[in-house]
């Protein structure tokens, strides 16, 4: 299938699609996709993994357009702990945890829970934590106009505590700094402590 006969097809062909390499995955791992316990579960593995790539069908920069507003003087605007879920693009395992978000307005604030949508956007996609914290970093850089932005994400990733080293006790962090929070050590020390 070509990513041409892809883009043609709706979304319910293509949960349909995934569903029968479900059941194709389920045969070959060796057990039987007709058994009682896993006749539906193609079709759940489909429509989970649908939901959790959401995020190629969700447009970041729309989720800010709707949600500026004049800036009111905050030197630092911080949002702490934003829960995410991801899909390592490595193993396709997933990977959680939280992202804080720091920016220095310019002109313009952006109503707080879009910095959570922003998160879910990208986090929603099969992805690496570095990409995930540089690409968050940038969208509000350059969404909102910001003067200097700070992301921090911390995760923990399964596919290290399940195979591989199965270190259970691991956790990554990641951290992207842009504009003055990149080039300012005093300002960059005043948003990391918020972080």
């Not at 959570?116 to 914290?133: G, H, K, M, P, Y």
């Amino acid at each position: 299938m070509t990513p041409e006969e892809v883009k043609l097809m709706t979304p319910e062909e293509r949960v349909a699609a995934i569903a029968a390499r479900y059941a194709d995955i389920i045969a070959l791992v060796g057990e039987d996709p007709e058994r009682d316990g896993l006749v539906k579960t193609p079709e759940r593995a489909a429509k989970a993994l649908w939901h959790c790539t959401q995020g190629y069908r969700t447009d970041p920069r729309a989720i800010i357009r709707g949600a500026l507003f004049e800036a009111e003087g905050s030197r630092i605007v911080t949002v702490r702990d934003i829960e995410f879920y991801s899909m390592c693009e490595h193993h396709i395992l997933p990977f959680f945890g939280t992202v804080s978000i720091a920016y220095l307005p310019g002109d313009k604030i952006v109503g707080l829970s879009k910095l959570a949508r922003i998160v879910d956007a990208f986090s929603r996609r099969l992805q690496v934590q570095e990409r995930l914290t540089a690409q968050l970093c940038t969208e509000v850089m350059e969404a909102i106009g910001a003067r200097g932005v700070a992301v921090k994400c911390t995760a923990e990733h399964l596919c290290m505590k399940m195979r591989g080293v199965e270190k259970q006790q691991s956790a990554t962090v990641t951290i992207e700094y842009a504009g003055l929070l990149a080039t300012d050590p005093t300002l960059r020390a005043e948003a990391l402590a918020l972080l």
